[in-house]
């Protein structure tokens, strides 16, 4: 049995119990892609069988996948750089409901980026129902600890972000993903508010069951902030395939080794897979947009990768990935884990069995071609 096969009888054994589908994407030291796929789109109201290149909601992977390169891609335009006070480039950001803050002062784009920027973690802005009201909401948020100081992972952050970016750009980030993530590599399955783009609600992934309609979300974000923004944010909302998703990291990789990338230079892949920010007690750090592998205080990756050189993101509705810069692989795994069980907590366990198998063997994986 082979490596995927054996990967493939994990991922079935947890069918029902953790998700009701998953789908893998591993990219190798070539660069090649070798994809497996098990289980349902949904299991209630109905079973309906998971199918090759199904849309799953990708949630907080947003904001590495779409947020984080194109800030990048807007440093390498001179439109924005990683050390601006967020202040100068979004004047309102300096006040809060209470009037002018200094402490907002100190915040820079990086900050915002490495969730080192003192916001804190979460508002139910939904309550608006208004995407530039929330925007507006967000900008006006208060510093919940001393800005650079510590690393507090924030949505608000990235909320934050999205209206800078528009703001910069004149464009919303749903159409700066198109021009600057999807297009230059080809995506056809990976955008926001897919169910406005041609898909159907068959071709995507359901996220929660709802008791109360007998019916299962599928196409809207499962997040309500990324909702009521019209599906379109920074921190959430984002719409892809587990095999496209593939494509754009190793694009990254790509660029971050030196070679020709359709949407970073070598420079700005470097930069954003470096320690921008760490806790304060020895906790969690952050590139730009990504998370730094460490095996003592991260659970997703598993116990093999490599320290301080492999960098991932976890999202809410069970997808996650991650990338070894030293083994020169990514491994990118998206399941439904909250149509089972929201509160779930085993796909923990799930992402160290799967994460650990195929770092271990990476190599059996040159004897399984791939895409």
């Known amino acids: ?190 955008v926001y508010n897919p169910l406005g783009r041609g898909f159907s609600r068959n071709e995507i992934v359901a996220t929660e069951y709802d008791e109360a309609t007998g019916e299962s979300l599928r196409g809207l974000p499962h997040d309500q902030n990324a909702r009521a923004m019209e599906g379109v944010s920074g921190h959430a909302g984002l719409f892809s395939t587990a095999s496209e998703s593939a494509l754009i990291v190793r694009s990254l990789i790509n660029a971050y080794r030196g070679s020709w990338s359709e949407i970073l230079s070598p420079p700005s892949a470097r930069a954003m897979f470096r320690i921008w920010g760490c806790g304060r007690y020895g906790g969690l750090c952050y590139g730009i947009g990504w998370q730094v592998y460490d095996p003592l205080n991260v659970v997703s990756g598993g116990d093999l990768l490599t320290p301080k050189r492999a960098f991932g993101h976890t999202g809410f509705t069970g997808t996650s990935i991650w990338i070894d810069l030293d083994l020169d692989i990514a491994i990118v795994l998206y399941t439904n884990r909250v149509h089972v069980d929201r509160e779930g907590v085993h796909i923990h366990r799930v992402r160290s069995i799967v994460h650990n198998h195929i770092v271990s063997k990476v190599g059996d994986l040159n004897r399984e071609g791939g895409q």
Request: proline fraction near 6%.
């Open 1 to 190: 049995m082979g490596l995927l096969e054996r990967v493939r009888a994990v991922l079935e054994s947890y069918i029902g119990k953790v998700y009701s589908g998953a789908d893998l994407a591993v990219v190798d030291p070539e660069g090649n892609i070798h994809s497996i796929y098990v289980g349902y789109s949904q299991l209630k109201p109905y079973k309906d069988p998971l199918r090759p290149n199904s849309i799953f909601d990708v949630a907080s992977l947003t904001k590495c996948l779409s947020t984080a390169v194109i800030a990048m891609k807007l440093v390498e335009d001179g439109l924005i750089h990683l050390k601006d006070k967020v202040a100068d480039l979004l004047p309102e950001f300096r006040y809060t409901v209470a009037g002018g803050s200094e402490v907002k002062e100190k915040v820079r784009v990086w900050m915002l980026l490495s969730h080192t920027s003192g916001l804190p973690p979460w508002i139910p802005l939904y309550r608006v129902k208004d995407r530039s009201q929330i925007l507006n909401e967000a900008v006006r948020a208060y510093p919940s600890y001393d800005p650079g100081s510590d690393v507090v992972y924030s949505d608000m952050g990235y909320i934050v972000l999205t209206a800078l970016i528009e703001r910069v750009t004149g464009e919303r980030l749903d159409a700066l993903f198109d021009k600057i993530v999807g297009g230059p590599l080809k995506l056809k399955r990976t």
